[in-house]
């Protein structure tokens, strides 16, 4: 047993975070160990709102997706910028080493705001077609590494 | 397995109160564009003593006729409807050297060369002295200019009212700006009623800790002030790359949009000023009187606070002027429209460069991001429910903590 980290979050923890926090009002499905939360987001009143859904499995790192609307359509075919996969639009909203995101940090304090703060610098890419909102970008060198570097974020996750 | 909805009530309701605070952000985005577009107060002073300054020369003369005179404010600097052109640094200051001793027996031309002959016994008034039509205008270059019309008492006038010189200096035309300013600051004066929305209603009732940061900004003018700025700046932006001898003169503008004003506060109850806003320029054209004189139909916009003052007098002359009108009216009130439909940051940020400017929509939308990003920076950003990004957290909010967004370019 280690006790230098603190103890994960159950999916039921978070599965009742998203529910109680009003910033993540929406609605969700909670099978075992694994949860699926949908919830509106808008970065700011100017803003569209979003329907973003979290895909997350006990020791698995949170995958985040955005339903609606269809920010390829939006994006008039550009590549969108800080995401995992173009379509579904799944984004890269932390880096896995530098310890933001652990099994023990709640959902509805981290992945949620990060959401919405990825939503605004999106809208403002589409304005000035550059992303202010800093960030990282993994070397690729060439598909195989791609997709080696794709599995291992899904599967990486603090513990 | 557990499932968990949100109630369809709570939804609407939500989407109601997020409309109206929507409303509320983009008239506040609509006032900094003005804000920026009105001289500083540094400026505002400096053009007070310079005119002050101004009229103290013109008065102090040997001249018992000057002597008798007095300089005031009048135009959009007395109204407080300023908005600077494009292009060019300096903005127009209009004043009135009201010349109380005088009256019809004096010819216009005299009248106007006796103020101008006064301001070229100043070494400095003469360097920077350019003479206008029917007034004389002081350079202060990168700054203002100020354009001081001569005026006489109008003795048919119980209004109050004064002549100036026509533009050929021929003849004596009625107008009275003191009446039109003290006109026009009644009607600024009137409140629009607002419409409490349901949700506004249940917010009422609801405990102190649900309630949402409300984006408040003190709101130093009227709603009328701005919606004269908003429509000025719109029609200087439409006319940019059109026929500029043709733009709509601020005093139509002005006259349309207060008459409007004052007609849709006192018939209609609003959910917003952004509603305010619309529908007052779209009945401007309402209050355009067209009537038969000698057997042709007449454009008339009259100066109600004096006899004899048309202010679309020249449409009738040339009528491509009154075609002008009509067409930037349709331009602004579809531009507001758009704009008040706009979605996303990056909507609003092209139907506020098509309304008003490129400078002046990314200046804001710089504004939102900048305050976002040093906010993010410093810790200090919040997610509120419905508002959203704020540095103005309340017990709901919750704080963004640090993240560096990762993957493919």
């Not at chain 2, 349901?198 to 003018?221: G, H, L, N, Q």
Request: charged letters at 25%.
């Amino acid at each position: 047993m280690r006790f230098d980290r603190p103890k994960s979050l159950t999916m039921a923890q978070q599965f009742l975070n998203l529910r109680t926090n009003p910033i993540s009002a929406g609605g969700g499905r909670l099978r075992g160990n694994t949860l699926s939360w949908g919830f509106s987001v808008s970065p700011t009143l100017l803003s569209r709102i979003y329907s973003a859904r979290i895909e997350c499995r006990q020791g698995l790192s949170p995958q985040v997706f955005i339903d609606g609307p269809d920010l390829l359509m939006i994006s008039g075919g550009r590549r969108l910028p800080h995401v995992y996969e173009q379509s579904p639009v799944r984004l890269c909203l932390f880096h896995p080493d530098f310890g933001e995101f652990g099994s023990w940090m709640r959902l509805d304090q981290t992945i949620v705001p990060w959401t919405a703060t990825w939503l605004l610098y999106f809208e403002e890419w589409l304005t000035s077609n550059e992303w202010a909102g800093g960030g990282l970008h993994p070397r690729l060198h060439d598909q195989g590494q791609r997709r080696s570097y794709s599995r291992s974020l899904s599967s990486r996750v603090a513990r | 397995m557990l499932v968990c909805s949100v109630g369809d009530e709570e939804a609407c309701v939500h989407i109601d109160h997020r409309t109206a605070l929507k409303k509320f952000e983009l008239f506040g985005v609509l006032e900094q564009i003005c804000e920026r577009l009105e001289p500083s107060e540094t400026q505002s002073e400096r053009a007070k003593s310079c005119y002050e300054a101004v009229g103290q020369w013109i008065s102090n003369a040997g001249n018992d006729w000057l002597r008798s005179s007095s300089i005031y404010l009048q135009g959009s600097t007395a109204l407080g409807t300023t908005v600077k052109p494009i292009g060019r640094n300096e903005y127009d200051v209009d004043l009135v050297c009201f010349l109380s001793s005088l009256g019809r027996w004096l010819h216009p031309a005299k009248c106007k060369q006796l103020v101008g002959d006064r301001l070229k016994e100043h070494q400095y008034y003469r360097a920077i002295l350019e003479e206008k039509p029917r007034c004389w205008r002081l350079n202060y270059a990168n700054e203002f200019h100020l354009d001081i019309t001569p005026s006489i008492p109008n003795m048919v006038c119980t209004n109050g009212g004064e002549l100036v010189p026509d533009k050929s200096l021929q003849c004596w035309k009625p107008t009275n700006p003191k009446g039109y300013r003290n006109a026009f600051q009644r009607r600024a004066e009137l409140v629009p009623r607002m419409r409490m929305t349901k949700s506004m209603t249940m917010d009422s009732v609801r405990a102190d800790a649900d309630i949402e940061p409300y984006p408040e900004k003190p709101r130093f003018r009227g709603v009328l002030c701005r919606i004269v700025q908003i429509a000025k700046r719109h029609r200087d932006t439409y006319f940019l790359w059109r026929d500029e001898s043709l733009l709509p003169i601020s005093v139509i503008v002005t006259t349309l949009a207060s008459w409007s004003y004052e007609y849709c506060v006192n018939s209609f109850v609003y959910d917003s000023e952004l509603d305010v806003l619309c529908d007052v320029i779209r009945h401007m054209p309402d209050f355009i009187e067209q009537h038969e004189v000698n057997g042709r139909f007449e454009w008339f916009i009259r100066n109600e606070t004096t006899e004899g003052e048309n202010f679309a007098e020249r449409w009738n002359s040339e009528p491509a002027r009154a075609n002008a009108f009509f067409e930037w009216h349709n331009a602004a009130v579809a531009d507001l429209d758009r704009l008040a439909r706009s979605e996303g940051l990056d909507g609003l940020s092209k139907s506020l460069t098509a309304a008003f400017g490129q400078k002046p929509a990314s200046e804001v939308l710089e504004n939102i991001f900048t305050n976002v990003g040093s906010a993010r920076r410093t810790g200090g950003l919040s997610l509120a429910p419905l508002v959203g990004l704020t540095v103005a957290p309340t017990a709901r909010a919750t704080l963004v903590r640090h993240n560096t967004f990762y993957g493919a370019p």
